[in-house]
């Protein structure tokens, strides 16, 4: 070999070492996030998701890569946006929003580990096997919001004695419609107070569900845990401030934009707990090894401004009660 070609030939190597060396470094993972909301609807849960994903090592567009998709209340979306993440073939997919992302991704998938947030059981629905071994790909958070509903009403019976009547503001198209409607119906019976079933799914049926709720008299409202009713919190506590009509909510969310109360769990700590999931998921954890996590601390948080607006007081025991008073 010549010596010029032997110099050309170590030449040539030199250049090419650091580019192997480049492309055999293992690839950024990128989880998906399926919501049935907007971004700005939980911004601050959303944020905690974020920063428990950071804790494990796991930091957006440094170490990680999170691919949004937003369905902004359209429930019918979802299925092609699980798809989507299917399609990218995310590492992880992490639900919130409710039951419908959840059974999407579910529907959209049965290998790509998904970390959910539901309000009901996850076993009912078909998203695990059983609380404690989920098997499968699913498991994540059960935010129990729909088993409380009798505590909610009692609540607002506590504080609107007077009240003849209760209706329930409820999203038909969501999977545990008539379960909620079934559940406060027998705690309306036990009170003697007839019940008045408002459907809502869009921003039309929201307002004439508020219409008809000017008609009646002596009327106190209870909002159903649904995703789309958290994404338009503005618009119900808006018309239940002009309507003068007292309302209790199932997320602290409600009371902090200046609705009247809320009773619940708290999405922070499921946010955060998805994400703490995530992290584990991805250095190697199996989600079918991992329990369904239940929360079980309920917060009532009052907004004292919201019942002055409404000419209410609130009954002292009630105040003593409260995890957070709004003033």
């Known amino acids: 070999m010549k010596r010029r070609e032997f110099i050309c030939l170590i030449g040539g190597s030199a250049v090419a070492w650091p580019v192997t060396a480049h492309a055999q470094q293992p690839a950024m993972p990128v989880v998906g996030v399926l919501s049935s909301q907007s971004a700005g609807a939980v911004a601050r849960p959303l944020a905690e998701f974020q920063r428990s994903l950071s804790e494990l090592g796991y930091d957006d567009r440094r170490t990680v890569g999170i691919e949004y998709r937003w369905a902004d209340g359209h429930y019918d979306r979802l299925r092609d946006l699980a798809n989507d993440l299917v399609h990218r073939k995310v590492a992880a997919i992490a639900t919130f929003g409710g039951d419908p992302p959840a059974l999407a991704a579910k529907a959209a998938t049965s290998t790509i580990p998904i970390v959910f947030v539901v309000g009901s059981d996850p076993v009912k629905f078909g998203l695990v096997s059983s609380l404690n071994r989920p098997g499968g790909n ?32 409820v999203n038909p198209r969501t999977a545990n419609a008539e379960a909620q409607i079934s559940d406060i119906q027998a705690a309306t019976t036990t009170l003697k107070l007839p019940l008045e079933v408002l459907n809502a799914s869009n921003d039309l049926d929201i307002e004439v569900a508020f219409e008809r709720l000017k008609q009646l ?38 009371p902090d934009s200046g609705g009247l109360m809320s009773y619940g ?63």
Not at 286 to 315: C, H, M, R, W, Y
């Open 265 to 327: 769990t708290n999405l922070v700590d499921a946010y955060r707990q998805v994400g703490s999931y995530v992290g584990q998921i991805l250095k190697g954890e199996k989600p079918a090894d991992l329990p369904v996590v239940q929360l079980e601390k309920f917060e009532l948080v009052i907004n004292l401004s919201a019942a002055k607006g409404l000419g209410l007081t609130i009954p002292p025991a009630l105040l003593a009660r409260a995890d957070e008073v709004i003033e």
């Open 138 to 169: 699913a498991t994540g958070v059960n935010l129990f919001l729909t088993e409380i509903e009798s505590k909610r009403i009692g609540l607002l019976h506590e504080l609107t004695p007077a009240t003849t009547r209760i209706a329930m503001l």
């Open 217 to 254: 008299k002596m009327v106190a409202l209870i909002v159903e845990a649904d995703p789309f009713f958290v994404a338009r919190r503005t618009m119900i506590i808006s018309f239940a401030a002009q309507n003068r009509i007292p309302a209790i909510y199932p997320l602290r969310e409600f």
